[in-house]
């Protein structure tokens, strides 16, 4: 009985020594602010919010160091919540989990910020299809839940789905498909909690005049995809 008890106050006082340790390191998080679309360094308010919601830092970074902020004093073990809230550009909440250390460390974390104004566009950056397909496919989600947190963070944007075709062989069947590619997205937006009443759907007849098929022969494996889009209507 003895040594079990002895046992427990010795693996209480490592665990203590442990938490203290950690309790008295911080942590810093650094990276650039990087405008989506230009790819252009962009000077953009970032909050921190702990895991209660509170705010507990403000920082700006700063365009003319390539976008560059850091904030520093975060505690290992905990989840923050980075808030891009600058007038201009879409707000966006980012959660940013700092590890289990005893020792000074920092993390590297960019943040893309979309500009906000009507007819800016979110890009969705992979193609959600297979060729010729309009079911979304196995693994989506890893794109499209990001575009979701987007559009959750600004409840007051009204957008359109815009999914262009695979090639332009067929104007009527293309038209097909990307309407019914732009309501797939739709569906999963909803799915997601996003409120039909903000949604529009366009499918086009011909290829993305922005980024149209290559013209030269691609690699073995690689196959050009229509592009897919969110349009900002009104916010």
Known sequence: MMKIIILAITIFIINFA???SQMRTVVAVTGHAIEAISKQPVAVKIAVHDNTGKKINQVKSNASENGYYYVTGLFPGN???FKIIEDGYFTNEIAVSIPSTDKYIEISRDFMVYPLKKGGV?????????INKSKLRFGSSVVLDD?????KSNKNVK???KAYPDNNNDAQKNQNLTDLRAESLMDYFIAS???????AVEGAAVTDPTKPPPTEKRAKGKRYIGSAYIIVNDF
Not at 122 to 130: K, L, M, N, R, T
Not at 147 to 151: A, Q, R
Not at 193 to 199: A, D, M
């Open 79 to 81: 989840t923050y919540t």
């Open 122 to 130: 979110i890009p969705v950056a992979v193609s959600p299809f297979e």
């Open 193 to 199: 909690g996003i409120s039909p009443e903000r949604i």
């Open 18 to 20: 442990n938490l203290q």
């Open 147 to 151: 575009i979701v947190s987007t559009l």
């Open 159 to 161: 957008f359109t789905i």
